[in-house]
Each structure stands twice: as structure tokens, then as C-alpha cells.
Nanobody, 128 residues
């Protein structure tokens, strides 16, 4: 069992930065793939970024490449999403997710249905 708690959301002007954190509890964190997803009002949940259990593999949705960076610290059971050059279209509730199966390739990491555990979400609002 993994419990996830996100933090770091808030209100920021376009062009600004935020760093989201996801604190995980449970012994399986270090062997879990981690993902960040987001959901804007009226939209489906969207894949943002993911990282393999050891940090060797990282994947991003095209719209955030070059602006967002995912990282993890297995010693501290945390995963981060550094978000730079934020745009109003990045406004959404951001969710951290975890799964304990192994795989590779974008299709393995970007499917929300394949994740077992989810946090409660943190709101990110980017004003223009």
C-alpha cells in the first residue's frame, strides 16, 4: 500500500515557476514508477510526466517538454515536478500517482488507468 500527498500548488503569474512535491508512505515507493497527471475543469485527466523506479527513465507530454522536470528522491520517499515558464493552459489540479509494476516506453507510463495509487491533488492556477 502506498499513500501519496501532494503539495506546492498555488497561484502564479504566467512565466512563473512552481515546484510540486509528492510525499509517499509505504515500503514499495522505491520500486514504484511515479507519474504526474492533471485535470482541468471539464477535461479528462491528462498525463504530464512520469519517472521510473530508479529515475533512469523520464517521460513528458509534448506540451510541457523543456518547461517541466520530474525527479525523485527514494531516500526521502518523494517525487517532485519542477514547473517553469508556466502558462495559463497549465491551470489544473495536479495529481501524483504510483504503480509497482515494471515496464518501459511512453505507453507504459502515460495511462492513468494503469496506476494503482493516487494522491488527493493540488491546485495550480496560472494567471495571464
Amino acid at each position: 500500500q502506498v499513500q501519496l500527498v501532494e503539495s506546492g500548488g498555488g497561484l502564479v503569474q504566467a512565466g512563473g515557476s512552481l515546484r510540486l512535491s509528492c510525499a509517499a508512505s509505504g515500503r514499495t515507493f522505491s520500486s514504484s514508477a511515479m507519474g504526474w497527471f492533471r485535470q482541468a475543469p471539464g477535461n479528462e485527466r491528462e498525463f504530464v510526466a512520469a519517472i521510473s523506479w530508479n529515475g533512469a527513465l523520464k517521460y513528458y507530454v509534448d506540451s510541457v517538454k523543456g518547461r517541466f522536470t520530474i525527479s525523485r528522491d527514494n531516500a526521502k520517499n518523494t517525487v517532485h515536478l519542477q514547473m517553469n515558464s508556466l502558462k495559463p493552459e497549465d491551470t489544473a489540479v495536479y495529481y501524483c500517482a504510483a504503480k509497482s509494476t515494471y515496464g518501459s516506453g511512453l505507453n507504459y507510463y502515460n495511462s492513468a488507468d494503469s496506476y494503482d495509487y493516487w494522491g488527493q491533488g493540488t491546485q495550480v492556477t496560472v494567471s495571464s
